[in-house]
């Protein structure tokens, strides 16, 4: 059997063999008890994970789902939102607000640089009837990893009443983070970043204060109404069927992030991204992000000059068996490459995926210097 190619990619991540094993298990009927329990320790897995006393509602669809669910739970059409457009899931949130008729005021941060909180908080001075602020904790697209707890304390210092929603889907178990401590009111997640499962699976929580909000929407809604999931979760139950493997495999997934403890676990990520941005600036290139604001979860590098970034990674999978992502949307698209230290990935697979790009990058004739 060939080797299988090592995923280096910021979602879908590898996913380890106990959690495999785990997705192979047979499929159990989902309105038994056996079931119940399953969901009962996913969930309460998934609440230290997020750092929330709150209840974590597992969805069946990608993290953009949780994402959609959020916009319509808490907002109506004619709402003001303000968006912090750091990348292009930045920009996602922005859209789907835009899609169910929310005025969005945009904060567009420079790509790859933190967020001017003094800004942004004159920017909530100016809008006071801003009904809510969405960011990204790590913005996938650049590396950039946002100060969610300084987003809330400019909210708070400028006399808003705006909810925080934070999307989480690449930064859950790779960056730091704590909702209930930042004072995140709708945090979302998925399975296939730093949860190291296959992607179907979404995860969402509301603080007290959203769930008041929710109340309030008048956005049109039925799979995505969060008041059928919550009263379900009451009785241990889904409004619809779950996606009965993947929770079984997230079960598994969440007794190896979890182990330690959560902070471990993002700081193994911390030690991981800190290897690779040396490793890759002892070759001479340059990072994207700036490293005071750089993720746990993905660095990105740019691509030197001469070189095509596209024709770059396609080698990197042909000649060595591992894929790396490329940049997303046509400003970073051949321009830059994306190595992900989410989840599973190991030093081995770093290792092996630093020496294909310094290789590669020396047989495209660029000057890696040392
Ligand atoms: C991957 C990702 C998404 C999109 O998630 P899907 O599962 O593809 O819907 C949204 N936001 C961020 C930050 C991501 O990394």
């Not at 969901?39 to 309460?44: G, H, I, S, V, Y």
């Not at 995140?184 to 179907?200: C, F, H, N, T």
């Not at 001479?284 to 750089?294: F, H, Q, R, T, W």
Request: aromatic share 6%; with cysteine; hydrophobic share 45%.
């Amino acid at each position: 059997m060939s080797q299988e190619p090592i995923l280096l990619t910021p979602g879908p991540s590898i996913v380890p063999l106990p959690v495999r094993e785990a997705l192979g298990r047979p499929i159990i009927h989902h309105r038994t008890k056996e079931f119940q329990a399953i969901l009962k320790e996913a969930e309460a897995g998934l609440r230290v994970l997020f750092g929330t006393s709150q209840e974590v509602l597992i969805l069946t669809s990608s993290g953009t789902g949780a994402m959609e669910a959020s916009v319509i739970n808490l907002l109506s059409a004619g709402d003001e939102a303000i968006v912090i457009r750091g990348g292009k899931f930045g920009e996602r949130w922005g859209e789907i607000c835009e899609a169910f008729g929310i005025k969005v005021i945009n904060v567009d941060p420079v790509w790859g640089k933190p967020l001017d909180l003094a800004k942004f908080q004159q920017t909530l001075q100016q809008n006071p009837n801003v009904k809510a602020v969405f960011s990204t904790l790590c913005e996938t697209s650049t590396g950039v990893r946002f100060d969610i707890a300084g987003i809330k304390k400019a909210i708070t210092q400028a006399g808003s009443k705006a909810l925080l929603a934070v999307d989480a889907i690449s930064g859950l178990g790779s960056d730091p983070f704590s909702m209930d401590a930042f004072g995140v009111d709708a945090a979302v997640s998925g399975s296939q970043k730093g949860l190291m499962l296959p992607p179907g699976l979404a995860f969402i929580a509301l603080s007290a204060r959203a769930w008041e909000a929710v109340k309030a929407s008048k956005t049109p809604k039925y799979y995505y109404d969060l008041n059928l999931a919550k009263k379900a979760w009451e009785s241990t139950d889904t409004p619809f069927t779950p996606a009965v493997g993947l929770v079984i495999g997230l079960v598994e997934s969440l007794r190896i992030i979890l182990k330690d403890s959560a902070e471990k676990f993002a700081a193994h990520h911390g030690a991981n991204a800190q290897y690779v941005r040396d490793a890759v600036k002892a070759m001479g290139l340059e990072l994207y992000a700036d490293p005071s604001c750089a993720s746990n979860a993905v660095t990105m590098i740019n691509v030197p000059a001469g070189v095509d970034g596209k024709e770059l990674i396609k080698q990197i999978q042909s000649k060595h068996g591992v894929i790396v992502a490329g940049g997303q949307g046509k400003e970073l698209v051949g321009k830059v490459i994306r190595i992900a230290t989410m989840g599973a990935v190991g030093r081995t697979e770093l290792d092996a995926g630093l020496k294909a790009l310094e290789s590669v990058l020396k047989e495209m004739g660029a000057a890696a210097q040392k």
